[in-house]
């Protein structure tokens, strides 16, 4: 494979890398755990395992990457989890 070929994959998976998006889940003091790993579990298919650990950070952390993807995939959930109460964007 030549340099040029090598150059133009990486630029390509740069760019596809670049395209996915982030919801950021982030804390309240409302939500109860309870609510949010339902949530989680409803509307971007986490396990109950995932969600649970998803809560439990951003219990900790203040925050948490609740799901990865394109753009318009990401925009209804993040709709659906802002109208469950929840506190989310895009980033």
């Known amino acids: 494979m030549g340099t040029k070929e090598k150059t133009s994959e990486e630029i390509l998976l740069a760019e596809k890398l670049v395209s996915q998006k982030e919801i950021v889940l982030y804390n309240d003091d409302v939500n109860t755990f309870d609510h949010v790993i339902e949530t989680l579990i409803t ?12 809560a439990l950070i951003v219990h900790y952390n203040g925050k948490c990457t609740v799901k990865t993807g394109p753009y318009n995939d990401l925009k209804p959930r993040c709709s659906m989890l802002l109208e469950a109460g929840l506190n989310a964007e895009i980033i």
């Open 43 to 54: 509307v971007c298919e986490h396990t109950p395992e995932q969600a649970e650990q998803c």
